[in-house]
């Protein structure tokens, strides 16, 4: 039994159901004839409990999830080039130093 009644309005039924159904109780009488008041109380007070509303659900309502964003068109897979082998080095080799140059005398 997946839930529909969630949030806000699941706090709302259990606090309605609970007054109303305690109000029969009690006496009061919010709609005309008490048993109305007892049924009605019961069924908030149930559905808030349970978080399932089988009328939302027969009617298509209830807490949907948000649509899921459009994803963009895949692109086809390509083909990887090739991986570069690894060229082994050369070990470096000392430069030799220019040999100094001499002012000519004069």
């Not at 007070?45 to 399932?52: E, N, Q, S």
């Not at 570069?84 to 002012?103: L, M």
């Amino acid at each position: 039994m997946k839930t529909n009644v969630k949030g806000l309005e699941r706090v709302v039924r259990i606090a309605a159901g609970a007054v109303i159904l305690g109000q029969a109780i009690g006496g009061y009488s919010v709609f005309e004839m008490g048993v109305l008041d007892e049924v009605v109380g019961v069924v908030l007070l149930g559905t808030g409990v349970l978080a399932y509303c089988p009328v939302k659900s027969v009617l298509g309502l209830g807490s949907k999830k948000a649509p899921a964003r459009p994803t963009a068109a895949k692109k086809p897979a390509t083909k990887r080039k090739p991986a570069r082998k690894a060229v082994a080095k050369k070990p470096a080799t000392k430069r030799k130093a220019a040999p100094k140059r001499r002012r000519a005398a004069r």
